[in-house]
Structures are given as structure tokens and as C-alpha cells.
């Protein structure tokens, strides 16, 4: 909402009631994030941001510049007070508001917090709140210095009143006094960011829900939780996560170019980013409950042109439902075409292309209308605030890279000792929850981590590669990277389905001899299978650009020769699908275009043959 010198635009303001107004005739809800640190590289003459350079991002010090945090103010007044010149209504008065974000990717506990991101005018700043800080907790600097037993840094400077802060990765790796006592110091002042600019939003009248920020950090062990604690000030709980490919180049990081590479990478089979490395044990749609706030997953997507893509929509649509998340955003939706963004550069999260957008029916009804069922809560994890702050950290961090390598020092039993790490598979199992305790004087504190854990054995069998939903629905074969969703009113499967030959679920039989492939039966009418009268069959393959050409670099590995351009193409598919129901050869069977559009009617629903050009059929009950 501000220009290149942090001043309100009006322009922006004006389209912010564009978008708002034309979504909601669409019966859309819009959320606000207006703050990202790469939005504003502040220039030189900024009275209230010394230090800049007009080259350097803004990172961290919304959370402890005054001057900043007004003008930022500003911004959200300017946004949710100013009346629209087409309706004269408030955003703040608008229902179709439905949320507001403080921060998008910023946070004191990620690697972007340094002295070589933050200019020494403005970490002066801090260092001094920080040196204040010490001396209301000691008295002073020499009583401070003596309890970390004279841990010093070159940055201290404790006759102008300063204190330095150490390099992340040493406080959560040696966590000594003065890493706790920075720790502590660093989680108040951002909690107290988010607590300020939560009141303040709510003092203009702004009834929506509010979350803090949704950024990852140097630790998931040790900085993950006390990241999530900050963020707690809020209605509910946001996250990013994305499903990378190892893009490698020159502005690799936002655009896929020619002479760019990357690895063919696949969820269902855990394989790592880096080639070469055990299954990595961690993935976006890992989804814990915190404070038992609701939860956002609001970017998320595989990026491309990783050919196991079309993994996402029915990944996220099955194992989102199972954990209860309450929100999930694939990123992002860059225009109404489906355009592979030709030219010199292709972004690498385009979600209008053929294995995202074009999966979106059944996925989006398996998981809003709940066709796979919620887990059990497998995990209830007790975290006391004061461990937390002195970097004791959690059994249950989110984004931590477990491998095939750690996952023998999981414990089999339900007692767990600090320092140990509950299955990261759990995920696949069932719901899990994280509850934040101590920071709130008339809440009784149990000792942390204080674990209520179910069996996990029924479950997981790490010999064989199986994960298997709590529920039964769901069953994750990694070893052959095959995911079977065997639900009542939806049954396929994602993956590599010629590894398996004839899948056999209760109303349907799948036999697909792709590598990849993803085919899935759904109800439309709310009934199951076995009986339903109206249903959906989506099946789709792999996706590229016409005339994009690769090289292979070797383990899975490849190199961009050409980036390609309009139109999308879909691999050809092949197989039969067939329904097991005594009125499987009377069902009415339509193959439809990529609008759903009735073409001609096909084999009848006991052998269903795919047609090479066709994603989508739709079965009837004559």
C-alpha cells in the first residue's frame, strides 16, 4: 500500500477495493498481507529509517524501529479507513475482509538476521533495547557479563549502552546463558510487536481474523516453537511451504531460464532435494495444531518443472483433511489463462497449468466436503514457554529434515526425554496438537515436554515403507511412491501406478502402467460409490511446455536447453478404470473436455478405457 518511499499510494488503496469488491461478487474473501521486507529497500534520506541505502531490504526492523512501526501504521489505516469512491464503504466495515496479515517472511530467528542484512545505524537500535533490557534484568552490564561467565562479542559496546547479539546458528547449537538470554529478549520483543499491532488493528473497529506472520527459522528444534509462541497473539496460526526441485541459476530462486537446472523429486517417495541423500523425512503438509488455533497454509505448492508435480492438489486435498488444516492456498494464480508464461523466464509455482488447476474438481471436493475423514489426535504435545526460552525445544518441530539416518533414534515407547524426536510420519497418521503453557500465570505448568503419544506401530513400517491414515483411507507406499486414497465417496491413486499393477480399492480397480500418473473417482452427489448416481473420474500425467527440451545431468538431475512456450502439453494417458458394482456395465460413462464439457459417451463403467486426450469423465446412473 506505499510507495518506493514508504508513503501511503493511493493507486494501490484504490485497486485494493477493486480486488476486494470484484471477489466478492465472485464469493471470494480477500486477505490482507501488506509488509513484505523485500517491498521496501528504504533510500538514504529516510529521516525515520537511517542507515538504508535504497539497496537493502527491510528486514527484521519493523520489529523495533518506533518510527517504522508508525508509518506502518499508517498504512493499514490508510487501507481499512479510507471510504471507496464506488461504494463509499470502509474496507475496515466489509465483511468479505475476511483476515489481515502483520508480516509476510520476516522474523528475528531466521538466517536473514544478521549484521550484514541489517545496516549498523538500525541493529545499534536494537542492540541498545537489548542493552537496556539486560539491565533491568541484572542491575548490570558487569552482573550480565558474569552469568554468561564473560561470553563476549566484537559487536558489544556496553559504555554506549549496547549489547550484540550472536550468529544464530551458535545460540541454538551452544545455547549458553547468553544465547538464552537472548533468545528470551528476542521472542518478547516480537511477541509484543504482533500483541501491539493486533490491538491497534482492532482499535480502528477491524472484526477479522488476524495472524501474525507465517516464516520458518534457523531451527525448527529449538527456534520453531518459540517462533509459533509469537504468533500466538493472534486468531490463527499461517505458514509457507514450499516443495522444492532444487532450481539452480541465475534468478533461480522467482524464474525457470534457459541454461537452468533441476531434480525430478517426488513427495510420495520422500526423496531428497539433493541427490544422492537418504529420504528426507519432511514435507508442507505437515500440519500441527497450535494452541488449538486454526491453521493456514497460505502458499504451497511443487514447484516446477519437477515432473512429479501433479502430486500437489490430491497430496494436499488427502493428508489437509486428514489433519483437520483449515486453510490450504496453492501458489500462485498469475493469471486467468492457461499460459506457461512464455518469453525469456517462466515462473516456477504457475498454478493455472494442466496438474494444478486441472486436478482442482476432485481435490477440491475431497477436501471441502470431507470425503476423507479427520484423524485421531496421535500426538498431544505440552510445551512449557519458560524451557522454551532457555532453548530446551520440541519433540514435534515442523519443518525439520529427519532422514532414513535419524529416524532409528525415534523412541518406540510414549515416555520421551528431552532431546528426543517423535516420528515425523506421525503426520500420515493422524492429527497432532501443540499446546504453549506458562505464559499465562493462572494456567498450572506441567513439566515439558509433556507428551500424550498413541502407538504409532499399527501405522508405520519402516522395513516395508508404509504409512497408513489412522482412519484407514489412506495408505503411503514410499518405497515404490505410490499414495491410495480408499475412502467411501472417493477412491484412487497418485504416483508411480505402474510400479504396482492392478490397484484394488473397495469400489474401484485402477491398472495404469504410467510412472506417473494420478487417477482418482469422486462423488458429486454425497453418496458413496457403491451406490452413488452422480461421479466424477479425473486422471491426469505429467505436464511441459510445447517444445520444452532438457538434458539429463544424471540422478535425476537436468539442465533447461529450451525453455518452451504456449501451449501446455499433457502426457498421453492409457489404462482402465473399472467400478465394482452390480450396476458397473449399466452406468452411463460421458468423456468431458478441459471446460467439462460433455464430448461422447465412452465404454460403459465396468472398463472404462482412458483415452489418450482426456483428463475427465463423468459416470452416471441410468
Known amino acids: 500500500m506505499f510507495d518506493k518511499r514508504g508513503e501511503v499510494d493511493p493507486a494501490k488503496i484504490q485497486r485494493a477495493f477493486d480486488v476486494v469488491e470484484t471477489m466478492k461478487a465472485e464469493g471470494i474473501y480477500t486477505h490482507f498481507s501488506i509488509y513484505f521486507p523485500l517491498w521496501l529497500d528504504p533510500p538514504s534520506n529516510l529521516e525515520w529509517m537511517p542507515g538504508f541505502d535504497g539497496k537493502s531490504h527491510s528486514f527484521a526492523t519493523l520489529y523495533f524501529n518506533a518510527k517504522f512501526q508508525e508509518k506502518y501504521r499508517g498504512w493499514w489505516k490508510a487501507l481499512l479507513t479510507t471510504p471507496s469512491p464506488t461504494t463509499g464503504k470502509r474496507l475496515i466495515d466489509e465483511p468479505a475482509v475476511f483476515g489481515a496479515e502483520l508480516i509476510n517472511e520476516d ?18 537500535v536494537l542492540e541498545q533495547q537489548f542493552g537496556e533490557w539486560l539491565k533491568t534484568k541484572y542491575g548490570s552490564f558487569d552482573k550480565a557479563f558474569a552469568a554468561w561467565k564473560n561470553q563476549k562479542i566484537g559487536r558489544d559496546a556496553p559504555a554506549d549502552g549496547r549489547i550484540g547479539f550472536r550468529p544464530l546458528w551458535n545460540i541454538a547449537h551452544e545455547r549458553t546463558p547468553r544465547d538464552q538470554d537472548t533468545a528470551r ?27 501474525a506472520s507465517n516464516w520458518a527459522t534457523a531451527s525448527p528444534e529449538v527456534f520453531g516453537p518459540l517462533e509459533k509462541f509469537t504468533y500466538t497473539t493472534g486468531d490463527f496460526i499461517d505458514r509457507h511451504g514450499y516443495f ?4 539452480e541459476g541465475p534468478n533461480s530462486e522467482w524464474s525457470l531460464r534457459d541454461g537452468h537446472s533441476w ?22 503438509a505437515m500440519d500441527p495444531k497450535y494452541d488449538n488455533k486454526p491453521s493456514m497454509i497460505s502458499e504451497t505448492t511443487w514447484n516446477r518443472p519437477n515432473r512429479h508435480r501433479g502430486e500437489a492438489p490430491l497430496y494436499f486435498a488427502a493428508f489437509g483433511a486428514l489433519q483437520d488444516s483449515d486453510c490450504i492456498v496453492h501458489f500462485a494464480k498469475d493469471g486467468v489463462d492457461w499460459s506457461v508464461k512464455p518469453g525469456y523466464f517462466m515462473q516456477p509455482w504457475t498454478l493455472t497449468a494442466p496438474t494444478q488447476f486441472g486436478q482442482f474438481p476432485a481435490a477440491a471436493l475431497i477436501y471441502r466436503r470431507g470425503l476423507v475423514k479427520t484423524g485421531d489426535v496421535m500426538a498431544d504435545v ?22 532414513e539416518l535419524r529416524l532409528k533414534d525415534v523412541p518406540q515407547g510414549t515416555e520421551l526425554k528431552q532431546g528426543q524426536r517423535i516420528d515425523p510420519l506421525i503426520h500420515y497418521v493422524g492429527r497432532t496438537r501443540v499446546n504453549f503453557v506458562g505464559h499465562v ?11 500424550k503419544l498413541q502407538s504409532l506401530a499399527p501405522f508405520i513400517d519402516h522395513a516395508k515403507k508404509l504409512v497408513t491414515s489412522q482412519t484407514g483411507e489412506l495408505k503411503l507406499d514410499w518405497g515404490r511412491g505410490v499414495l491410495t486414497i480408499n475412502a467411501p465417496a472417493a477412491q484412487g491413486a497418485s504416483g508411480n501406478l505402474a510400479s504396482i499393477g492392478e490397484i484394488k480399492l473397495a469400489d474401484v480397480t485402477l491398472a495404469i502402467p504410467l510412472d506417473v500418473a494420478h487417477a482418482i473417482v469422486v462423488s458429486l452427489d454425497g453418496q458413496p460409490l457403491a451406490k452413488s448416481k452422480r461421479m466424477l473420474l479425473q486422471v491426469m500425467t505429467e505436464e511441459k511446455p510445447t517444445n520444452f527440451r532438457s538434458e539429463s545431468l544424471g540422478d535425476r538431475r537436468h539442465r533447461i536447453t529450451s525453455i518452451g512456450e504456449n501451449p501446455w ?7 482402465v478404470v473399472r467400478l465394482r458394482r452390480p450396476d458397473a456395465s449399466k452406468l452411463k460413462v460421458t468423456a468431458l473436455d478441459s471446460f467439462g464439457q460433455s464430448t461422447s459417451n465412452t465404454s460403459p463403467g465396468d472398463t472404462i478405457r482412458l483415452r489418450p486426450d482426456t483428463l475427465y469423465y463423468s459416470i452416471e446412473a441410468r
Not at 192 to 210: A, H, K, N, P, V
Not at 383 to 403: H, I, N, R, S, W
Request: proline fraction near 9%.
Open 107 to 124: 522474523s528475528f530467528f531466521f538466517w536473514t538476521f544478521n549484521d550484514k542484512n541489517i545496516p549498523d545505524r538500525q541493529l545499534r
Open 185 to 211: 529478549f528476542l521472542t518478547e520483543q516480537q511477541r509484543r510487536f504482533y500483541d501491539e499491532s493486533t490491538r491497534f488493528l482492532r482499535g480502528l473497529g477491524f472484526q477479522g481474523m488476524i495472524t
Open 244 to 247: 522444492g526441485c532444487r532450481n
Open 263 to 284: 531434480v525430478d523429486r517426488s513427495a510420495l517417495k520422500f526423496e531428497s532435494e539433493e541427490p544422492g541423500k537418504p529420504a528426507s523425512f519432511v514435507h508442507p
Open 382 to 403: 505440552t510445551l512449557k514457554v519458560e524451557d522454551l526460552l532457555k532453548l530446551g525445544g520440541t519433540p514435534l518441530p515442523q519443518d525439520a529434515a529427519f532422514d
Open 441 to 451: 500465570s493462572n494456567v498450572p505448568v506441567p513439566p515439558s515436554p509433556a507428551v
Open 569 to 575: 502439453l499433457v502426457h498421453k494417458l492409457d489404462g
